[in-house]
C-alpha cells in the first residue's frame, strides 16, 4: 500500500477505497507528497477509453454512492459521484422524470459491463440524440463537490438553475475526464419525461439527401427532438435492438418529436407533409420509438458483441451541414462505416482495423471540414500509438495547460489520460 490511512481497502494493493470526502482529500495529498500519480475510477466501465494513465495507484469512489437528496417537485437530484447511474435513472423513472440529455451507456461499445456512474456520465460528458435540443450533461449540472489536485476541498454551484455565484467551474468539470479534480458529490437538473413521442422513418435516401432531410426538419417550427440517419452498411453488423427499421436493404433517416400525445402526433402528420419531396415517411410510436433512440444513442450496431466488435470507432464532431460529406468520404476511402446523430454533426465510424485506426486520415479530413475527432474505442496497443483525443491548437493547448494547472499542478489526476506520454 502506498497510501497509509484509515481507509477500507478490501481490493488490490494500490488501490484505494475512500468513504467520504475527507478520505479523498487525505488520499490526494498522500498522492502528492509521494509524487505518486492517481487513476480516477468509479466502477472502471469506461477506463478503455483514452491514453493508459502514468499511474499503478487507483482511487475508487464507487463507496460514495448515496442519494443525497432528491426533489422531484424542484425537479433536482444531489447524489454522490459513485452512485450507480442505472439505479439513478430508474429512482427518476419511478416520478416519470429523465435526464434530458440522454447519457450514453458505452457498455455495448466498449463491451463492458453496464455499471457507469454518475461521476462518470459527468467526466466523460457523453449525451445522446437529444443535445441537439436540450444540450450536453454540462448543461444540466447546477452544482458540484470536488477535491482538487491540491487535497482541497471545494464547491461550485448551487441547487438552482439561476446560480451566479463565482466562477462557473461547472462547465469546466463536465467532460473533463477525472483530470481537474475527483468528484464526490452533485447536483443536476431533471426533467419530466414527455407524455408521448413520435418518430418519422424515411427510408432509402443516401447520406447527402437524408442530411438536408434532417437539415428540413430541424429547421421547421415542429420543434424536432433528435434526427439521426444510419446507412444501410450500419445494419450489416447487428440488427439487434433496431426493432423492425433495420434488415430492408435500405438505410433510415429518422426524426424524433416529443410532448403531450396530441401535440406530437399533430406535429408528426405536419411534419410528414412537410418531407413529403424526399418520400412518404412512416411512424413509430412511444415504446418502438424509445428503442430505437436507445440503440442511436448507445451505437448498438457497433457494438462489441457484434460483427464489428474489433473495428476501432471514431466520434467525430465536425458543422452539421458538412457531416454527409465528411462521412461518406471516410467509409469510402477506409472501407468502414458510419453512423449520423445530431443531424450530421455528430459522427460515429467504425473502420476496419488497422495499427493507427486510421488516426492520419480520419484527423485530416475531420479537421478539413471544420471538425475534430476522438477515438472511443481501440486496442491498448493502438491507443499507446496514437492521440486519442484531437490535438489542440497551440494556443487552446496553452490555455488548456493553464487550467489544468491551476487545478491540479503536481499532475497528480488521471496523469496522461488526455494526452500520449504526458508527464507532470
Known sequence: MIFAGNFATAFPVDTLKVRDAKDVEEVVRAAIANEQPLEIIGHGSKRSIGHAMATN???????LNAVTSYEPN???????????????????????????????NTAPLLGTPALGTIGGMIACGLAGPRRIKAGGARDHL???HAVSGFGDSFKTGGKVVKNVTGYDLCKLLAGSWGTLSVMTEVTLKVMPKPEAERTLLLRGLDDAVANRAMTAALGSPYDVSAAAHLPYQAFRARTEGLGDIAGQGEGVTALRLEGITASASHRAGSLRELLAPFGTAAVIEDDASSALWAAIRDVLPFAADG???AWPVWRIVCPPASGAALGAQLARETGGDVIYDWGGGLIWAALPPTSDAHAPSVRQRAAAFGGHATLIRATEDV??????????????????????????????????????GATA
Not at 495507484?57 to 463507496?63: G, H, I, M, R
Not at 433536482?76 to 434530458?100: C, E, H, R, W, Y
Not at 486519442?388 to 493547448?397: E, L, N, T
Open 57 to 63: 495507484a487507483v482511487l475508487d469512489v464507487s463507496a
Open 74 to 104: 424542484e425537479l433536482i437530484i444531489t447524489l454522490q459521484a459513485g452512485a450507480p447511474l442505472a439505479d439513478v435513472l430508474s429512482l427518476i423513472d419511478a416520478k416519470n422524470q429523465q435526464f434530458a440529455f440522454e447519457p450514453m
Open 142 to 144: 447546477l452544482g458540484a
Open 307 to 309: 460483427a464489428l466488435g
Open 383 to 420: 491507443r499507446r500509438g496514437v492521440e486519442v483525443f484531437h490535438p489542440q491548437a497551440s494556443g487552446i493547448a496553452a490555455l488548456s495547460e493553464r487550467v489544468r494547472a491551476g487545478f491540479d499542478p503536481k499532475s497528480i489526476l488521471n496523469r496522461g489520460r488526455l494526452t500520449r
